[in-house]
T-cell receptor, first 109, second 115 residues
Framework: GQNIDQPTEMTATEGAIVQINCTYQTSGFNGLFWYQQHAGEAPTFLSYNVLDGLEEKGRFSSFLSRSKGYSYLLLKELQMKDSASYLCAVRDSNYQLIWGAGTKLIIKP | IAGITQAPTSQILAAGRRMTLRCTQDMRHNAMYWYRQDLGLGLRLIHYSNTAGTTGKGEVPDGYSVSRANTDDFPLTLASAVPSQTSVYFC??????????????FGAGSRLTVL
């Protein structure tokens, strides 16, 4: 079966750095996505990786290793507004998105 | 403001009743999707439409139906609601095509409680 694994919850301190990991086992691979979802709101797009390596976008970076079935989202200079759930999703060989359950990130002052 | 509008925002429904969740987008996206989100689970695809006039079944289609009469609208109907359909429902859209990111844009969600 297809599976996306990410930690259920993480806690970090304002101003610090946090890394959220995602491992996947899917039927084929056509890209990996990270979305942010604040409580009670819709998911919003953060990043897309299709080739190995690091994609940087401001305070957020996303890394992909296709051979290891692994990605991480790196958040720097954490702000209270970064408290949210972070969803990892992989597009499989049929171009269908497989979603992880999300990682709830709690930022403490 | 361009985006996706869902209605209703929230609804409590008696089991056995029929319910239609509405979804309208103004971005001229070809593809549209309906997901449900339940605590502890990833988003699960119910139905999708790659273009107006076509629909397809997702991971959890039983008990739901959709139609796509035009590009903008993609309603989701529960013919006879059951308590297991209590969930938050998200409509989403994207540009179609096999290449590129095809990022999903989500609506604000519809919270449905079936008693």
């Amino acid at each position: 079966g297809q599976n996306i694994d990410q930690p259920t919850e993480m806690t970090a301190t304002e101003g610090a750095i946090v890394q959220i990991n995602c491992t996947y086992q899917t039927s084929g691979f056509n890209g990996l996505f990270w979305y942010q979802q604040h409580a009670g709101e819709a998911p919003t797009f953060l990043s897309y990786n299709v080739l190995d390596g690091l994609e940087e976008k401001g305070r957020f970076s996303s890394f992909l290793s296709r051979s290891k079935g692994y990605s991480y989202l790196l958040l720097k200079e954490l702000q209270m507004k970064d408290s949210a759930s972070y969803l990892c999703a992989v597009r499989d060989s049929n171009y269908q998105l497989i979603w992880g359950a999300g990682t709830k990130l709690i930022i403490k002052p | 403001i361009a985006g996706i509008t869902q209605a209703p925002t929230s609804q409590i429904l008696a089991a056995g009743r029929r319910m239609t969740l509405r979804c309208t987008q103004d971005m001229r996206h070809n593809a549209m999707y309906w997901y449900r989100q339940d605590l502890g689970l990833g988003l699960r695809l119910i139905h999708y439409s790659n273009t107006a006039g076509t629909t397809g079944k997702g991971e959890v289609p039983d008990g739901y139906s959709v139609s796509r009469a035009n590009t903008d609208d993609f309603p989701l109907t529960l013919a006879s609601a059951v308590p297991s359909q209590t969930s938050v429902y998200f409509c989403a859209s994207s540009d179609s095509g096999a290449s590129g990111a095809n990022v999903l844009t989500f609506g604000a969600g519809s919270r449905l409680t079936v008693l």
